[in-house]
DNA sequence: GTCTATAAACCGATAGAC
DNA sequence: GTCTATCGGTTTATAGAC
């Protein structure tokens, strides 16, 4: 098997490992029963496990941008481009209720495990976040953009946190619904601070 | 040092530790250097490192329990009670910054284990969800007062999740602001449901 | 009740054969 | 590149002295 391509399962693994069972509780053994390779082998790809999760993120990160520029080609307004967002949580309704959310779950396991990583994982929330802000900016909502984005990713956290710890599924579908309503709101509301802004 | 008195040391040692950082990062040699105990001596007060687990949470519901009691003593009519929770993302910020919400990320790492305790862990947000559930009852809203109390816990873990992250006190702040005026809301527009059972 | 000593398993990481 | 064998450290948990 090539160089590349032993790599890519290890770190494909661990990505579902690390979001199934969190990154502290996968050990090498799970990882290498997962890609079919012994221990040892590890450390021809990676010098340690942190290398391992820096792998992940940035796997993850490369898969966020390209799941955003895939939204923008979809859909040609911010609405329906925010829209999308919101429907995440339907469209991966069945893992976040068994694994939860999987920026949300690996930045509260990292920020509890003091550990160096964290900062890394915690540009998934900001991609996020530069992204919608910049939806919102495009709905004209220039003056609290990323404010209406840092709300929007807390809303859904709070869905996803949630719906793990409960499993109660008719409760996501309430909290989208609720969610594209604020979002109609958003856009026929102008914001205080907008209002000023006119006046 | 008295039997009773030793296990309670214990407890609240683990208690914070598991908070701050983790259950399972959380070894007994922390705790016994908290509790300044040999590691031998834990299992002369439990059996196991799940136990200890079971006794935390059991300590929390208790703490919990008596926290809501004081609230309803302190404010008499509902809406009152229901800013004293929401407030508590206020009160407890530095915590929540620090560590997140104490009920969401045990159970946040305990459904990624897979472990035992996750459905005792759950009972803690049970315990706040029929209380707030109560109070949405006092306040006319009994078609869907459990909906509410369910949308304002996970407002309030979306708020602490990102905090936790990104260490935003000015998102908490905002947050907390839309909150109670989301709580005003509810209480002068009647629900869907209120309007057609009067209709 | 609390201690020391230690068992048994697992962890991440290394060495070296092939 | 992949393997086996193993090291050193940590983990939960036990045994037994005091």
Redesign the pocket.
């Known amino acids: 098997?090539?160089?590349k391509?032993?790599r890519d399962h290890i770190v494909d693994a661990a990505d579902r490992l690390f979001y199934e069972n969190g990154y502290e509780h996968?050990?090498?053994?799970?990882i290498a029963e997962s890609v079919?390779?012994?221990?040892?082998?590890?450390?021809?790809?990676f010098?340690?496990?942190?290398e391992i999760l820096d792998a992940v993120i940035t796997l993850r990160l490369a898969n966020t941008q390209r799941m955003l520029e895939q939204w923008e080609q979809e859909a040609q307004t911010p609405i329906e481009r925010i829209r999308k967002f919101i429907d995440m949580l339907i469209v991966n309704q069945a893992p976040i209720l068994r694994h939860g959310c999987p920026v949300g779950t690996l930045c509260t396991e990292l920020a509890k495990l003091n550990h160096a990583g964290r900062a890394q994982a915690n540009t998934l929330f900001t991609l996020f976040r530069a992204w919608l802000k910049r939806q919102f900016v495009a709905l004209g909502r220039k003056s609290d953009a990323d404010a209406l984005a840092m709300h929007l990713l807390g809303r859904s956290q709070g869905v996803a946190t949630l719906a793990n710890a409960l499993g109660d599924q008719r409760f996501v579908r309430r909290e989208v619904q609720q969610l594209h309503t604020w979002l109609e709101q958003v856009v026929s509301i102008p914001s205080d601070s907008e209002r000023k802004a006119k006046a």
């Open positions: 098997m090539g160089d391509q032993t996968t050990s090498f053994a799970h079919k390779i012994s221990r040892g082998n590890f450390y021809y790809h010098r340690s496990k942190d």
